[in-house]
T-cell receptor, first 114, second 112 residues
Framework: NAGVTQTPKFRILKIGQSMTLQCAQD?????MYWYRQDPGMGLKLIYY???????DKGEVPNGYNVSRSTTEDFPLRLELAAPSQTSVYFC?????????????FGQGTRLTVV | AQSVTQLGSHVSVSEGALVLLRCNYS??????LFWYVQYPNQGLQLLLK??????LVKGINGFEAEFKKSETSFHLTKPSAHMSDAAEYFC??????????FGAGTRLTVKP
């Protein structure tokens, strides 16, 4: 049972480069999320999706883009990497409902922009 | 919008001592409340959650939390700390749908 899978685990980017962080879940969850984690700041929501074809901005969307063409996949795109995007990125999924509303997290992608 | 405040970014206890990690929340709707644990270089793992019903919630690894609406609190406790409890702990509040907000985290250190 894979759960939420993120790739890559680590990446170093140069300023101005672009990349896509991959996220896939096999739990048939309709909700998916991208968070970034910075020391002492907790997790901040970047984007979320409530189902295939539907995405929306979270607290800190600037500099990022997402798409959700399938239920399983929710990639996060950085177009012009900046040092401020150095962070650990977590993808999560959930199936909101009365008893099953918690989010399940991937292992994270540690991104450094130099 | 919801928000969470975790009091104390770092808590240190001795092995065998009581663990108390504090969390206060703000929510305009009945909240769903969660505690997650993060071990080094890992993702977040659910410890316990409150949705409705019993206000004292028991989770994994001997942790429990009590939902106190009058105090808008959801503090996490464990009677006796173990070395393996050393980790970062996050409190989160959700409206039951897509809006889950996390606290800044509390790093728990357990001294031998």
């Amino acid at each position: 049972n894979a759960g939420v899978t993120q790739t890559p685990k680590f990446r170093i980017l140069k300023i101005g480069q672009s990349m896509t962080l991959q996220c896939a879940q096999d739990m048939n969850h309709n909700y998916m999320y991208w968070y970034r984690q910075d020391p002492g700041m907790g997790l901040k929501l970047i984007y979320y999706s409530v189902g295939a074809g539907i995405t929306d901005k979270g607290e800190v969307p600037n500099g990022y883009n997402v798409s959700r063409s399938t239920t399983e996949d929710f990639p996060l795109r950085l177009e012009l990497a900046a040092p401020s995007q150095t962070s650990v990125y977590f993808c999560a999924s959930s199936y909101p409902g009365r008893e099953s509303t918690e989010a399940f997290f991937g292992q994270g992608t540690r991104l450094t922009v130099v | 919008a919801q928000s969470v405040t975790q009091l104390g970014s770092h808590v240190s206890v001795s092995e065998g001592a009581l663990v108390l990690l504090r969390c206060n929340y703000s929510s305009s709707v009945p909240p769903y409340l969660f505690w997650y644990v993060q071990y080094p270089n890992q993702g977040l793992q659910l410890l316990l959650k409150y949705t409705t019903g019993a206000t004292l919630v028991k989770g994994i690894n001997g942790f429990e939390a009590e939902f106190k609406k009058s105090e808008t609190s959801f503090h996490l406790t464990k009677p006796s700390a173990h070395m393996s409890d050393a980790a970062e702990y996050f409190c989160a509040v959700s409206d039951g749908n897509n809006d889950m907000r996390f606290g800044a985290g509390t790093r728990l250190t357990v001294k031998p």
